[in-house]
């Protein structure tokens, strides 16, 4: 006998983490499939980075407010089934679906779409055996800003990321290079303006052509850089190399059902306001999904989630409420609050 849920979320960021939080409230079985090894989403690349926009919550790390996102979004047990990929899905005759993965199938009465970007890999640098100082000092993400400190660092990539981590580095490493092809970076102004007071040695209209390893041939030692306006190659002595070109995003789940769903030509979801896309019964939050009004925040991920959730409820149970109730007025949480100011009074005696 098949096991059917009443929502099934693809994607464990935020996005998905909170729409499993807020299906839990509206007394939905819930089930998250996602491709990765860990939940959390995007927010796992960048676990030293300081979070400050998200209402209510103080300046928080990325890896302090995935935890957070994660004992949130799993308060109501969702199952959780991760480093398995969709591969496809079907709606049924009755309105609900079949999911296929590359590991199993499962059956759900509606569908919330919060894949974020798509499947996120890192963009690798395109030199030949850069492959090889993967397990020593070239890097695509940063785990922990402390192994720069004094350090010669060079950071490849002119989007926000590269020009974010050149930021967040230059207090700590002992001199720091930032190279990018294009004339200037093209991160958010505020952080741009930053990168240009601060100490960063930056080189436009480079790119990186060559990788030479130091005496013990396992790190790199020297970078060898191309700039349109030099003639000749140029070398720059490195203990780290951050490498922030972009992520490659695998959106063939969407591009087999583009014309029903309502997919763009660049991949995204032209869904409405409230979650809805092309198909019934289908909804869609965060990154994924482009609407009028669409905030590209952590915060507006949240919005878009509540709103899925409450379009699922009634897909369902078409006699539900529209919205619903607030925790502080939710009989779900009567005993949690209880605990919680219990401790609370204990550790004010």
């Not at 303006?193 to 100490?199: F, I, S």
């Not at 191309?226 to 789940?253: A, I, K, N, Q, W």
Request: with cysteine.
């Amino acid at each position: 006998m098949k096991d059917v849920y009443d929502v099934t979320i693809i994607g464990g960021g935020p996005a998905g983490l909170y729409s499993a939080f807020y299906s839990g409230l509206r007394e939905m079985k819930v089930k998250i499939i996602d491709v990765q090894p860990e939940l959390g989403g995007k927010v796992r690349l960048y676990p030293e980075k300081v979070i400050w926009d998200v209402g209510g919550m103080p300046p928080t790390t990325g890896d302090e407010f995935r935890k957070q996102l994660i004992e949130q979004g799993l308060r109501f047990d969702p199952a959780v089934h991760l480093d398995t990929k969709v591969t496809s899905f079907d709606r049924l005759d009755d309105g609900s679906f079949v999911i296929y993965t590359d590991k199993d199938t499962h059956y759900s009465k509606s569908v919330i779409m919060a894949a974020g970007g798509g499947i996120i890999t890192p963009q690798k640098l395109n030199v030949t055996g850069a492959d090889r100082f993967e397990l020593t000092n070239l890097h695509y993400t940063i785990q922990a800003l402390d192994r720069f400190k004094g350090k010669k660092v060079l950071v490849s990539g002119g989007g926000n990321a590269a020009v974010d981590w050149a930021n967040e580095l230059s207090p700590i490493a002992g001199e720091i290079f930032h190279v990018y092809r294009k004339e200037e970076p093209t991160g958010h102004e505020a952080e741009v303006a930053r990168l240009k007071r601060g100490p960063v040695q930056s080189f436009p209209c480079t790119r990186i052509t060559e990788l030479k390893a130091g005496s013990d041939g396992r790190k790199i030692a020297l970078v060898v850089l191309e700039r349109d306006c030099v003639t000749e190659p140029f070398e720059l002595e490195v203990d780290e190399v951050v490498v922030s070109h972009g992520y490659e995003r695998d959106m063939e789940l969407l591009q087999q059902k583009k014309e029903e769903i309502g997919v763009s030509d660049d991949g995204v979801i032209l869904g409405g306001s409230d979650g809805t896309t092309g198909i019934p019964g289908l909804f869609a939050a965060g990154d994924l999904l482009r609407h009028d009004g669409k905030l590209n925040l952590i915060a507006g991920a949240f919005h878009d989630a509540a709103n899925a959730v409450n379009q699922a409820k009634q897909y369902i149970e078409p006699d539900a409420m529209k919205y619903g109730m607030v925790s502080s007025h939710n009989d779900r949480f009567k005993d949690w609050n209880e605990k919680i100011k219990a401790q609370r009074n204990c550790t004010i005696c």
